[in-house]
């Protein structure tokens, strides 16, 4: 079935350092695909979507490119700050079916040292 | 502005009790999603609905029901409710293909 795996659960970071979190997915489908993003005591909400037309998302200076070869999602921004420390979601959507369901990755929290 | 809310917000309730969550949409969203938070697992799909009426299981529904009474509001049903239900609960909304817009959640502690 359709999958996502997250492998690390927690990154610490110090601001201005690189942001990496690693994604990759399995499916069936032309899969599309989505980053979001859950501030403490705030539901998930979308950072990023890409799917297979456009390849890439960039929103808020972060950025994700999809790479079919590698079934690989992974996220990036070069200079992270504070305010982006919160928990990123990888998300597989599944565009087989009208209900639109997401799959969840397991989660990455990231805590961005001042 | 896409909004969806949820009630309560917190909830203490004893084992074998009966638990109803409520959430309500104002995006006029065909299809709304009832989810739990577990540390490790992500997000995890309980119930779903694709309109009033109707309602059908996601991949982990055993010891919850859903009733969709209306386009804007999706209950979650705990009819006898068990420590291991323990946990935080996302209502979203969303129409397929597009990306789904969630609640503020309720966290639900069972003793």
């Known amino acids: 079935g359709d999958s996502v795996t997250q492998m690390q659960g927690q990154v610490t970071l110090s601001e201005d350092d690189f942001l990496f979190i690693n994604c990759t997915y399995s499916?069936?489908?032309?899969?599309?695909l989505f980053w979001y993003v859950q501030y403490p005591g705030e539901g998930p909400q979308l950072l990023l979507k890409?799917?297979?037309?456009?390849n890439k998302g960039i929103s808020r200076g972060f950025e994700a490119t999809y790479d079919k070869r590698t079934t690989s999602f992974h996220l990036q921004k070069a200079s992270v700050q504070e305010s982006d420390s919160a928990v990123y979601y990888c998300?597989?959507?599944?565009?087989?079916?009208?209900?639109?369901?997401?799959?969840f990755g397991a989660g990455t929290q990231l805590i961005v040292i001042p | 502005e896409a909004a969806v809310t949820q009630s309560p917000r917190n909830k203490v309730a004893v084992t074998g009790g009966k638990v109803t969550l409520s959430c309500n949409q104002t995006?006029?969203?065909?299809?709304m999603y009832w989810y739990r938070q577990d540390t490790g697992h992500g997000l995890r799909l309980i119930h779903y609905?694709?309109?009033?009426?109707?309602?059908e299981k996601g991949d982990i529904p055993d010891g919850y029901k859903a009733s969709r009474p209306s386009q804007e509001n999706f209950s979650l049903i705990l009819e006898l409710a068990t420590p291991s239900q323990t946990s935080v609960y996302f209502c979203?909304?969303?129409?397929?293909?597009?990306?789904?817009?969630f609640g503020p959640g309720t966290r639900l502690t069972v003793l």
């Open positions: 979203a909304s969303g129409d397929a293909g597009s990306e789904q817009y």
């Open positions: 998300v597989l959507g599944d565009r087989g079916s009208a209900l639109g369901r997401l799959h």
């Open positions: 890409v799917t297979t037309a456009n």
């Open positions: 499916t069936t489908w032309y899969p599309t």
């Open positions: 609905s694709y309109g009033a009426g109707s309602t």
């Open positions: 995006n006029n969203h065909n299809n």
